[in-house]
């Protein structure tokens, strides 16, 4: 059977600073999650099937994938890149919430179609992952270094999350799932790195 695979990149600096957006690299315990991943992908996946890794084109996913065996196909879309987060790319919650306090509060209110000013929604996200979403359905298996943002909207196709729910969605760091379609709907399975 044909699964996907999704992971957040590694911890990145500006995680770590508990900022959106921007392309930082990845910190020491992001590089740690990368070096991890290629034995939770050999017990997930098993070592003689054949799998396919896309990132997104910011440096934090290809900095994850780094350490994954060489005969795995690689692929970098600019459709897997984080929801771009507009003026408020680079900012703090805290710093959103005194800079934009209406904005802070519309998106609380109605995550799924808040537009940041001069970004994206979740909705935007949605329909810019249609042609990815379409590519998945008729790929064997495929795993996905993404985002949070983009994780939650391809978790919500696969689970049928509804599009209220989909934004909350809890998607940690350094954690591999792995989503088998099936008949009666959508299996799931977890591997978490301890680090
Ligand atoms: O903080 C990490 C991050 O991926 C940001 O780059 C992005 O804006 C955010 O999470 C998306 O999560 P939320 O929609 O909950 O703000």
Not at 18 to 26: E, F, K, L, S, V
Not at 70 to 96: F, P, R, S
Not at 165 to 175: A, G, K, Q
Request: hydrophobic share 35%.
């Amino acid at each position: 059977t044909r699964s996907v695979w999704l992971s957040r990149h590694g911890e990145s600096l500006l995680n770590l600073e508990g900022r959106i957006g921007g392309d930082a690299t990845i910190s020491h315990r992001g590089e740690e999650y990368a070096l991890k991943l290629p034995d939770l992908v050999r017990e997930s996946v098993g070592s003689d099937r054949p799998l396919t890794v896309w990132t997104s084109t910011l440096k934090r996913t290809i900095a994850t994938a780094r350490h994954l065996p060489k005969h795995y196909n690689q692929l970098q879309w600019k459709a897997l890149d984080e929801l771009d987060a507009g003026v408020c790319d680079g900012m703090t919650y805290q710093e959103i919430a005194d800079r934009y306090p209406e904005d802070f509060q519309a998106r609380d209110q109605d995550k799924y179609n808040y537009r940041y000013r001069g970004g994206e929604s979740y909705r935007d996200v949605v329909i810019r992952l249609e042609p990815i979403i379409m590519e998945l359905e008729r790929s064997e298996d495929i795993l996905i270094i993404s985002h949070q943002a983009v994780i939650r909207c391809i978790y919500a196709y696969f689970m049928q999350k509804t599009q209220e729910e989909s934004p909350w969605v809890p998607v940690p760091l350094h954690t591999l799932m792995k989503l088998t379609p099936r008949a009666y709907g959508t299996e799931l399975q977890i591997y978490r790195a301890n680090i």
